[in-house]
Nanobody
Framework: QVQLAESGGGVVQAGGSLKLSCAVS????????MAWFRQAPGEEREFVAA????????DYAESGRGRFAISRDDAKNIVLLQINSLVPEDTAIYSC???????????????????WGQGTQVTVSS
């Protein structure tokens, strides 16, 4: 059973940065496209960023392009999300997710992901 555990959230002032981490256990990380989603109160869960199973391709939501950077360290079994220039609209619970293995694609719908972490809260104060 694959388990995902996020950390690194917190309260930060607008303009600040955070690095979120997703620790994967239960199997070696290599082989699955990994993604970050976020959900603000009263809103639908939305795609933030994703990275191919082999790390060769990544993509971002338009709202985070240029500010977010996703990376993976398969040796450490972690996926990272660097968030810079935070704005209050980034306030949400951020969750990492894993697709079925060896799919050479990035999916933007949360329904395409089979494993989820519990999430970590990011709060940006103005």
């Amino acid at each position: 059973q694959v388990q995902l555990a996020e950390s690194g959230g917190g309260v930060v002032q607008a303009g600040g940065s955070l690095k979120l981490s997703c620790a994967v256990s239960g199997e070696r990380l290599g082989g699955r496209t990994m993604a970050w989603f976020r959900q603000a109160p009263g809103e639908e869960r939305e795609f933030v960023a994703a990275i191919y199973w082999d790390g060769t391709v990544s993509d971002y939501a338009e709202s985070g392009r240029g500010r977010f950077a996703i990376s993976r360290d398969d040796a450490k079994n972690i996926v990272l999300l660097q968030i810079n220039s935070l704005v209050p609209e980034d306030t949400a619970i951020y969750s990492c997710a894993a697709m079925k293995p060896y799919l050479q694609m990035i999916e933007y719908s949360p329904f395409e992901y089979v494993y989820w972490g519990q999430g970590t809260q990011v709060t940006v104060s103005s």
